[in-house]
């Protein structure tokens, strides 16, 4: 399991059981804040959102920058903050750096912020 991984799942075990199976300790807790503080970000959540719905499952950074009232570095900064929370990876073809979202990554997150529905009591 990559370092990546690990800071989504807040937990060195592997163990995503949800938040409300048991309270978080404190590491687990400052690397989730770390993927939380990624997504917190509007310019991120688009950037995220871009990558994640792109047909095909990557994306040229070269496509992402137009998007954005932005330059250049400050878009790859964005980008290396969504890498370093696990939520995405990337490649370098060439000139350009091509990113996809993990899907795993957004899973176990997904997983995580998951409540199970209480059971109505029956009368």
Do not use: N
Not at 78 to 100: I, M, P, S
């Amino acid at each position: 399991m990559s370092k990546q991984e690990l800071v989504v799942l807040g937990r060195p075990d592997g163990c995503c059981g949800g938040l409300s199976s048991a309270p978080l300790d404190e590491e687990q807790a400052a690397d989730l804040a770390r993927v939380f503080k990624a997504l917190g970000d509007p310019v991120r959540l688009r950037l995220l959102s871009m990558i994640a719905s792109r047909e095909g499952g990557e994306v040229c950074v070269c496509e992402l920058t137009p998007a954005f009232d932005l330059s250049q570095p400050t878009i790859s900064h964005h980008l290396k903050l969504l890498r370093q929370a696990g939520l995405v990876d990337c490649e370098r073809r060439g000139t350009w750096v091509y990113y996809w979202a993990l899907p795993a990554a957004l899973e176990r997150l997904a997983a995580l912020l998951r409540v199970p529905q209480a059971v109505a009591p029956t009368a």
